[in-house]
């Protein structure tokens, strides 16, 4: 929060270099990105979207490649909420099935993202309504009102060592409590929940089995930490996770170690990278024949890949 004092939240913090873009901006690129994407190829259909709601987050993973952060929400402008509502519907109308919304940290704004998820599931009647989530602003109010809605909350935890957590930027000593809150209210409300874990140089060595047992998650999706240059790496990056990285061969070795955990799915670098195409507003202007990823787009974006 701001004060009329203090600059706004985007001048005052260093990494907020990016100008917020215009609402018809962000609004004109996400429909110019749908159209143009199943133009170019018939067969192309966005049938799982994976919704970058917000750039924002608490948290300071420091392997984290959403480091281009825009003060900008769509949902919470003078009349966002239908026109995101608009976007939602055509990529529905241009075939998705899914929608899994992601950050950032979604639940910074819990309020619109409950009202979306409402309208994916009751007005669009899509298959599947997922959140990924770092955890830490969800309340039990929130599965009162919006669990209905959804079908499935993934947080993410990288280790069950408080002290690793921390030394990961994953929150200040207080995540894994939060998270056995949150597995809880899951169960209370029926909603399935998912686990999300990077494997980086601080918990490579860990046993996370027991844990994981006992949360006892529908999945648990394993990471490598993955370097992109110019988000979290390189001379252009806001964010340097190199000293984070592990080879394949130490990824291997850690699901080796949880091979008995059966709803482990890994994915490593290469899966990674392939599975997903980015598109933002910076896709914008006249370039029509993107097939390869547009990785990094600095602003709200919308990716349509195995995004859950
Ligand atoms: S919680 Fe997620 S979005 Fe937030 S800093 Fe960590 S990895 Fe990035």
Same mark, same amino acid.
């Given at each position: ?58 948290? !300071? ?7 281009? #952060? ?34 950032? !940290? ?136 190199? !000293? ?11 699901? #080796? ?52």
């Amino acid at each position: 929060m701001t004060d009329a004092s203090s600059p706004p939240e985007e001048l005052a913090h260093p990494r907020h270099r990016f100008d917020a873009p215009r609402k018809e901006e962000v609004l004109a690129g996400a429909l110019e990105v749908i159209d143009a994407r199943v133009q170019e190829d018939e067969h192309l259909t966005p049938t799982s979207v994976n919704w970058h709601y917000t750039r924002a987050c608490n948290y !300071e993973c420091k392997f984290c490649f959403h480091t281009a #952060k825009s003060s900008y929400f769509l949902p919470a402008e003078p009349g966002g909420m239908d026109e995101a509502q608009l976007c939602l519907k055509r990529l529905r109308d241009a075939g998705m099935k899914k929608i899994n919304f992601s950050g950032g !940290e979604p639940f910074l704004h819990p309020k619109h993202l409950g009202e979306l998820c409402r309208f994916c599931k009751e007005t669009l009647k899509l298959e599947s309504v997922s959140i990924v989530s770092n955890g830490s602003k969800i309340q039990e109010r929130w599965f009162q009102q919006f669990g209905d809605y959804v079908d499935i909350l993934a947080i993410s935890c990288d280790s069950f060592n408080e002290e690793t957590n921390v030394k990961i930027g994953r929150g200040k000593g207080m995540h894994i409590r939060q998270l056995e809150q949150v597995r809880n209210w899951c169960n209370m409300y029926g909603v399935p929940f998912k686990l999300n874990s990077v494997i980086n140089i601080h918990n490579v060595g860990e046993d996370m089995t027991a844990a994981i047992l006992q949360l006892s998650p529908v999945r648990w999706k394993v990471f490598q930490c993955l370097l992109l240059d110019g988000e979290n790496a390189g001379p252009d990056a806001l964010r340097d996770a190199k !000293e984070l990285a592990i080879t394949g061969e130490q990824f291997g070795q850690f699901l #080796k170690r949880h091979e008995t955990v059966a709803c482990l799915v890994p994915e490593d670098n290469t899966r990674m990278k392939d599975s997903y195409l980015i598109s933002g507003a910076s896709t914008l202007g006249p370039r029509r024949s993107a097939p390869a990823p547009l990785l990094g787009a600095p602003r709200p974006s919308w990716t349509s890949g195995s995004a859950s």
